[in-house]
């Protein structure tokens, strides 16, 4: 896969963390973007994470609901893309068995944000989809979200996330540290790098990554899809008469969260 360019580290003014990944945490506290970013840093960082990533969640799971609801939606992107990869990481790294039964592996809660307990799929499904049901194929909304997804939920979800999220499956996206700085760009740059090298062509069908059927209505229907896969060059619409959804991979695959080098 295509790598974006990496993200730099945040100013070292408002760094709690310096460059060896050593705990250290500043006077002036850091940015929520910022600290989902050390999260995720910290999971991945091989050698003397432990308190760094233990203060990484005390952080956040202090930070306050007004600090939270006060994220613009550059800010509100970046930040749960970092936690929701951080905290999957950290917990597979932590103990590989639990991915073993995915339902209980979404489902329960792995992750603490402003004093909530949540879970990945609510992360994924509440927040970043905007209350969609999970098994809805992306047109069914949830009715009964909890107070805390209705209050923090994005106002106009982003089908690009599904590129950059990864719950440790082998068919999972690359893992990225986002900045809400260079959010767009960088879910251009994920999606393109999925979407070309999960797709291939032959004799004129063109058989494309599975999650583009699980949650076909976020990307638009069967036009939607087609249209995106023109817009990132995975496909040359003149070559290609049919299109199949390929087998989603769920072997377990951590290697994305355990080293930095080459992140983007």
């Known amino acids: 896969m295509i790598a974006p360019e990496p993200t730099p580290e945040p100013d070292s003014d408002r760094a709690s963390l310096d460059d060896s990944g050593s705990a250290s945490v500043a006077a002036s506290a850091p940015t929520l973007v910022a600290d989902s970013q050390r999260f995720l840093r910290a999971v991945r960082a091989p050698d003397d994470h ?46 590989p068995e639990r991915f073993e039964d995915h339902r209980r592996f979404f489902g329960e809660s792995i992750v603490t944000v402003a004093g909530t307990d949540l879970s990945l799929d609510q992360i994924e499904h509440g927040i970043l989809r905007g209350s969609q049901w999970k098994y809805g194929l992306g047109y069914v909304p949830n009715p009964f979200p909890s107070a805390f997804v209705r209050r923090h939920r994005v106002a106009d979800p982003d089908p690009r996330v599904h590129f950059a999220l990864n719950c440790g499956a082998a068919s999972c996206p690359a893992v990225a540290a986002y900045d809400a700085a260079d959010v767009d760009d960088q879910l251009d740059r994920s999606a393109a790098s999925y979407l070309q090298s999960g797709t291939a062509v ?58 930095e080098e080459g992140s983007r």
């Open 50 to 95: 432990g308190l760094t990533l233990d203060t990484v969640r005390r952080r956040l799971a202090d930070a306050s609901p007004d600090e939270l609801a006060a994220l613009g939606p550059d800010e509100q992107l970046a930040f749960w893309l970092n936690v929701y990869n951080a905290a999957t990481g950290a917990t597979l790294l932590a103990d």
């Open 202 to 259: 032959e004799d004129g069908t063109a058989r494309i990554p599975r999650l583009l059927l699980w949650y076909r209505g976020d990307f638009g229907g069967r036009s939607g899809i087609h249209a995106l896969l023109r817009k990132y060059d995975a496909i040359d619409p003149d070559s290609i008469s049919r299109i199949r959804y390929r087998e989603y991979d769920w072997s377990l695959a951590l290697d994305a969260f355990r080293t």
